[in-house]
């Protein structure tokens, strides 16, 4: 975890004037058994109560003073945090490597911010036929976020018509199930993961989307995934 990374995006939401924000976020980083918790809560505590008084007079000049004050008390706190602050908090995650497959360059972009560099380093994502050339990770997972659901195979024929360029796309996530990766697929029901199970873990929402990679992650403890030189070969 790259702990000036994590401060720089904190200051970076006080900057923008989202405090309570960075408050939240601050708070999921350190064990509520240091000192430092305790600073954090109290700090929430005063972005309430200004919030709360925000709220009943916009243009009270106390607000803004006080507002003032929170924001440097904050940063004086994220100033002084060092490696030690944030022991305890679980980086397992972090250190994962895997790959997201995307069906476009533009969703590249939006995915992209599903996954800060801060709390996924070695997290890479790629446009569609990229993953042919990358080396096996412990899991991948595929977008297909944002579009309707497939329910069977005559809904997929009404749905290659009508995006006919997806087509080749979700050939991908069948060769990737072939050649015996897991996958967790991000997106609305699509009916060929019945068929799937054993290796496929779906996700619709970004929330379920990183519950389903702590889990994909504890699954792999105990069944590893297979080597680069076990590949089976779609054609045969």
């Given at each position: 975890m790259n702990i000036e990374k994590i401060k720089e995006r904190l200051k970076n939401l006080i900057k923008k004037d989202q405090t309570s924000i960075a408050i939240q976020e601050l708070e999921k980083y350190i064990p509520s058994n240091k000192d430092t918790y305790d600073e954090i809560i109290l700090l929430g505590a005063r972005s309430y109560r200004i919030k709360k008084e925000e709220s009943l007079d916009r243009n009270n000049p106390k607000v803004t003073i006080d507002k003032n004050i929170l924001?440097?008390?904050?940063?004086t706190l994220i100033n002084k945090l060092n490696e030690d602050e944030f022991?305890?908090?679980d980086r397992e995650i972090t250190y994962e490597k895997f790959f997201v497959v995307t069906p476009t360059s533009k969703r590249k972009g939006e995915i992209e911010e599903f996954f800060p560099e801060e709390y996924f380093p070695n997290c890479e994502v790629i446009v569609g036929e990229e993953i042919k050339t990358k080396p096996r990770s412990k899991f991948i997972i595929f977008d297909f976020y944002g579009y309707e659901k497939i329910h069977s195979t005559e809904s997929e024929n009404i749905f290659f018509k009508k995006h006919?360029?997806?087509?080749?796309?979700?050939?991908?996530l069948s060769e990737l199930v072939k050649q015996r990766h897991f996958i967790i697929y991000l997106g609305n029901h699509y009916f060929n993961l019945d068929n799937w199970r054993e290796q496929v873990h779906a996700a619709n929402s970004k929330f379920a989307l990183y519950a389903r990679i702590r889990e994909m992650i504890e699954y792999l403890k105990y069944n590893p995934p297979i080597e680069d030189g076990d590949i089976i070969d779609p054609e045969n």
């Open positions: 924001d440097n008390d904050l940063m022991q305890g908090f006919p360029a997806l087509k080749s796309y979700l050939q991908i």
